[in-house]
């Protein structure tokens, strides 16, 4: 299947495969999303801010008649069957189905009950491995469809908290709030800054005038993603650990003492300035740097935003990616020559990786009638750096999980 299926024919897949009516088949919408500014701070208590796309992943559903669960995908082949009785376990060969079943199982735990099976039918236009969160959106439509086809009534942060519970217990990735809880509950024309510290959220209109959010796809998938993601989380737990036991005192917050610091993003770039000098590890004192100015580069972004000031918001785009670069050193050669090279062309006014690195994706802010040109341009220069094409389209804002048929 191509990214370009058409979700309205998903329902007749699912009888071609499982037999019985289109009429019993329910059909739910995750969206993948971008980070506009914010990476790798959400598990720092940081402020984030995404806005969920038009690109998805659609999973059909239908109850069965005995307690069977029977997952497939258009896209990929294989059959995987269990029963809702399970006590599900994380498998390798399970492949993509224990993104199903880690959240089956938080479900379970926290009380749900199923009275019979189902049956799944998934198919997706999200670049897999792209860095715009195509597991998040996975486990999240999952959820949203299971809690809508058994009436569960789970609310749209609680699907976001599942999901990312699911990922720390089940997948074993101590991932941060942010990706379920756009996709859970983001609304079409907003982004949203998300207090990752408190999970409370504003929505902010997404006004961009002219100006298009372009994806740039790597095209790398991110081998490194997962443990380079841990260890840069243990070199952030570090860092606060210095800090704190350094008892320091503090002023222009609430927060007077280091000891009494939540997290990394809890401080100011003027107080990290004035404690720095207790982190010995250069190592840690740059990725410490990178999450304290990350934080405050969010900030600056909504205000810009809400005063209309784009070019203020690439200029932050660039200096999010500079610093993802140099102090949290997650880029690599082909993430730097895509926000590079587009940087570099006449339209863009900022890019930035976007996602957790080490390939994935990035994204540019360019004028409309510079999206093709541009496309053309950095698809040139990065095929003659890295040695393969890159993937690219330009999006628009989604509501969070939603309901097809």
């Known amino acids: ?140 439509g999952f959820a949203y469809a299971v809690s809508e086809l058994f009436n569960f009534g789970i609310s749209r942060k609680d699907i976001a908290l599942i999901g990312q519970q699911s990922e720390h217990e089940f997948m074993n990735v101590k991932c941060g709030i942010m990706d379920q809880y756009i996709i859970a509950t983001a609304k079409v024309n907003t982004a949203e800054l998300l207090d990752c510290a408190k999970v409370e959220h504003d929505f902010v209109p997404l006004e961009l005038g002219d100006y298009r959010f372009v994806v740039m796809n790597s095209k790398k998938k991110r081998q490194l993603a997962d443990s380079k993601y841990n260890e840069r989380r243990s070199q952030c737990e570090a860092g606060l650990a210095e800090i704190k036991a350094a008892a320091l005192p503090l002023t222009g917050t609430s927060i007077t003492n280091t000891k009494d610091l939540p997290d990394l993003c809890s401080l100011t770039v003027e107080q990290f300035d004035s404690v720095k000098s207790v982190i010995k590890d250069e190592v840690i004192l740059k990725r410490v740097r990178h999450c304290v100015t990350e934080n405050q580069r969010v900030l600056e972004a909504v205000e810009a935003l809400k005063k209309s000031d784009l070019k203020k918001l690439g200029d932050l785009l660039r200096a999010s990616h500079k610093s993802l670069k140099e102090d949290y050193e997650v880029t690599g050669l082909e993430l730097d020559t895509l926000s590079d090279t587009a940087n570099a062309q006449d339209g863009c006014i900022g890019a930035r990786m976007t996602g957790a690195g080490f390939g994935g994706c990035a994204i540019a802010l360019v004028h409309k009638d510079k999206v093709e040109s541009f496309i053309d341009s950095v698809q040139k220069k990065y095929t003659e750096v890295v040695g393969h094409d890159a993937g690219f389209f330009a999006c628009s804002t989604s509501d969070g999980v939603f309901r097809l048929k």
């Open 1 to 140: 299947m191509t990214e370009d299926f058409n979700p309205e024919l998903l329902p007749q897949e699912f009888v071609k495969l499982y037999g019985g009516s289109v009429e019993d088949v329910q059909v739910y919408a995750g969206p993948a999303r971008i980070n506009i500014i914010g990476e790798h701070i959400d598990y720092n208590g940081g402020k984030v801010f995404p806005a969920a796309i038009d690109k998805y992943i659609y999973v059909a559903v239908r109850k069965r008649q005995d307690s069977k669960i029977i997952y497939n995908d258009l896209k990929f082949p294989g059959t995987y069957t269990f029963d809702i009785t399970d006590d599900f376990k994380f498998a390798k060969e399970n492949d993509y189905a224990n993104y199903l079943n880690g959240i089956l199982s938080i479900i379970k735990r926290r009380g749900y009950k199923f009275e019979c099976g189902f049956e799944v039918l998934i198919v997706s236009n999200i670049p897999p491995a792209g860095g715009i969160s195509s597991s998040s959106a996975l486990e999240c």
